[in-house]
């Protein structure tokens, strides 16, 4: 069909399985057009144990994946990211933001004010707050995200529904700022089937949010967020149905940086 899955993760960061070799060889099965590996950039000590690579493996990553990009060349086409927190730490090179050998990045919201919301330690802080509050916490992060202009992809873009903890009203107006800035600059939405196999058992982001990013003119890409072989490409065809229920005929690729739609 065509596809691209430019969210895909090594056992580098600790949390994910098999080679990259394996990944790439899913990505023919399931027949993608691209794959595109966004393994977790470095976060401070304290904060990257079991999550991201070390400061000092990032070239060793970057050596990996131009690697398998070699040994499958003319079979599946292999891009080089990175999947970036925001808001940045100093244990990613600012030099990686400018780097020619990177084809995108992407830009992530994992933590609001120092709280790891997505991860299953930090469950118990939803009891201890107001669940709009979350949602308005990480809305403005992703707001100052892109207006940092330095990704070329957003992440899972309604994360914060991860565990099932869901909005008692709508925050539309919290969040059309945002796709505004992203049409702006030409940045995509990542649509991530990963939300499936979570408790909220929904796709990233919610139909709602899928009909403004058409709406609006936001750019959109596909990911699977694997972090094993197996889930390249994972349910793939919900989100085909989805984006193009909302109208959606373009999706985006990248290289070297570069935006290029192609047909979804
Ligand atoms: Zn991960
Ligand atoms: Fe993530
Ligand atoms: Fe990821
Ligand atoms: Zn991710």
Same mark, same amino acid.
């Given at each position: 069909?065509?596809?691209?899955?430019?969210?895909?993760?090594?056992?580098?960061?600790?949390?994910a399985?098999?080679?990259?070799a394996?990944?790439?060889?899913?990505?023919?099965?399931?027949?993608?057009?691209?794959?595109?590996?966004?393994?977790?950039?470095?976060?401070?000590?304290?904060?990257r144990?079991?999550?991201?690579?070390?400061?000092?493996?990032?070239?060793?990553?970057?050596?990996?994946?131009?690697?398998?990009?070699?040994?499958f060349?003319?079979? #599946?086409?292999?891009?080089?990211g990175?999947e970036?927190?925001?808001?940045?730490?100093d244990?990613?090179?600012?030099?990686?933001l400018t780097?020619?050998?990177?084809?995108?990045?992407?830009?992530?919201?994992?933590?609001?004010?120092?709280?790891?919301?997505?991860?299953?330690?930090?469950?118990?802080?939803?009891?201890?707050?107001?669940?709009?509050?979350?949602?308005?916490?990480?809305?403005g992060?992703?707001?100052?995200?892109?207006?940092?202009?330095?990704?070329?992809?957003?992440?899972?873009?309604?994360?914060v529904?991860?565990?099932?903890?869901?909005?008692?009203?709508?925050?539309?107006?919290?969040?059309?700022p945002?796709l505004a800035?992203?049409?702006?600059?030409?940045?995509a939405?990542?649509?991530?089937?990963a939300?499936?196999?979570?408790?909220v058992?929904e796709?990233y982001?919610?139909?709602?949010?899928?009909?403004?990013?058409?709406? #609006?003119?936001?750019?959109?890409?596909l990911?699977s967020?694997a972090?094993?072989?197996?889930?390249?490409?994972?349910?793939?065809?919900?989100?085909?149905?989805?984006?193009?229920?909302?109208?959606?005929?373009?999706?985006?690729?990248?290289?070297?940086?570069?935006?290029?739609?192609?047909?979804?």
């Amino acid at each position: 069909m065509g596809l691209v899955d430019y969210h895909v993760h090594t056992p580098l960061c600790g949390h994910a399985h098999g080679e990259p070799a394996a990944y790439v060889a899913r990505a023919i099965d399931a027949g993608l057009s691209e794959i595109g590996f966004s393994d977790h950039a470095p976060l401070p000590a304290g904060l990257r144990e079991g999550i991201t690579m070390l400061p000092e493996e990032t070239e060793r990553y970057l050596a990996m994946i131009e690697g398998v990009r070699d040994e499958f060349r003319g079979r #599946m086409p292999v891009r080089i990211g990175f999947e970036v927190d925001y808001p940045l730490h100093d244990t990613f090179d600012r030099r990686y933001l400018t780097d020619p050998r990177i084809d995108y990045l992407m830009g992530s919201c994992h933590f609001v004010d120092g709280w790891a919301f997505d991860h299953p330690d930090g469950l118990d802080e939803y009891n201890r707050r107001d669940v709009d509050e979350v949602y308005a916490a990480y809305y403005g992060t992703l707001a100052r995200l892109a207006d940092a202009g330095c990704f070329d992809i957003v992440g899972h873009f309604d994360l914060v529904k991860k565990f099932g903890h869901r909005a008692t009203r709508d925050h539309h107006d919290r969040i059309r700022p945002v796709l505004a800035a992203l049409a702006r600059a030409g940045t995509a939405v990542e649509i991530s089937t990963a939300g499936l196999r979570k408790p909220v058992g929904e796709i990233y982001p919610a139909p709602d949010i899928v009909a403004l990013l058409f709406e #609006m003119n936001v750019p959109i890409t596909l990911g699977s967020d694997a972090h094993a072989p197996e889930e390249v490409a994972y349910e793939f065809a919900r989100a085909v149905a989805l984006v193009r229920r909302a109208g959606f005929r373009r999706q985006s690729r990248f290289e070297k940086r570069t935006r290029h739609d192609i047909e979804l």
